[in-house]
């Protein structure tokens, strides 16, 4: 059964750093790109940071440019958000998801979705 697990999740103050993880208990890990979505209360979901299965192609949302880092590491089946300077504006429900699509930035090219873990930003 293919499972993310995402975590790391939490209240902060404006201008700290929190590092998401998203275990793959699955086959997913194999996907040929994975990505970090986020949701905001009221608003669509929105893609955030992807990553190519080797690592070497990422792309990000142009609002997080420069702040968040997204990493996997293969051997632990685990993609990783390294998110700084966090604005109040990031706060929201943030999802990791695997697709088979390099590249992909729309919800439905993503197969496999995590549960969710909340991050709030406080000003």
């Known amino acids: 059964q293919v499972q993310l697990v995402e975590s790391g999740g939490g209240l902060v103050q404006a201008g700290d750093s929190l590092r998401l993880s998203c275990a793959d208990s699955?086959?997913?890990?194999?996907?040929?790109?994975m990505a970090w979505f986020r949701q905001a209360p009221g608003k669509e979901r929105e893609f955030v940071a992807g990553?190519?299965?080797?690592?070497?192609?990422?792309r990000y949302v142009d609002s997080v440019k420069g702040r968040f880092t997204i990493s996997r590491d293969n051997a632990k089946n685990t993609l990783y958000l390294q998110m700084s300077s966090l604005k109040p504006e990031d706060t929201a429900v943030y999802y990791c998801?695997?697709?088979?699509?390099?590249?992909?930035?729309?919800?439905?090219?993503?197969?496999?979705w995590g549960q969710g873990t909340q991050v709030t930003v406080s000003s």
């Open positions: 990553i190519a299965w080797s690592g070497g192609g990422t």
């Open positions: 998801a695997a697709s088979s699509y390099w590249g992909a930035t729309l919800q439905k090219q993503y197969n496999y």
């Open positions: 699955g086959r997913t890990f194999s996907s040929a790109f």
